[in-house]
Nanobody, 115 residues
Framework: QVQLVESGGGLVQPGGSLRLSCATS????????MGWYRQAPGKQRELVAL???????NYADSVKGRFTISRDNAKNTVYLQMNSLKPEDTAVYYC?????????WGQGTQVTVSS
């Protein structure tokens, strides 16, 4: 099992930036993919970005060119750099770790984009 703790959310104006962090612990050597997902009120949880163990990345069309997923293996932490934020980016952002046979989730961090 992997434990995940997100941080870095908050209130930001449109056009601003935030960096989310996801600290991992537990069975981290079993992780083959990590991702960020988000869920806005009244909507289903959706994929934002993925990073695989070899380092390849994938992004939702809505965030391509604005968001960047990265990781620091020494700190066992995955990041989501979010630039040019829009009101429609407002959501609870969740970190996910995929290991053989299971998915683990963090508790989520709120991101609100508003003037």
């Amino acid at each position: 099992q992997v434990q995940l703790v997100e941080s870095g959310g908050g209130l930001v104006q449109p056009g601003g930036s935030l960096r989310l962090s996801c600290a991992t612990s537990g069975s981290i050597f079993s992780i083959y993919r990590m991702g960020w997902y988000r869920q806005a009120p009244g909507k289903q949880r959706e994929l934002v970005a993925l990073i695989t163990k070899p380092g390849s990345t994938n992004y939702a069309d809505s965030v391509k060119g604005r968001f960047t997923i990265s990781r620091d293996n020494a700190k066992n932490t995955v990041y989501l750099q979010m630039n040019s934020l829009k009101p429609e980016d407002t959501a609870v952002y969740y970190c996910n770790a995929a290991t053989p046979g299971r998915d683990d989730w963090g508790q989520g961090t709120q991101v609100t984009v508003s003037s």
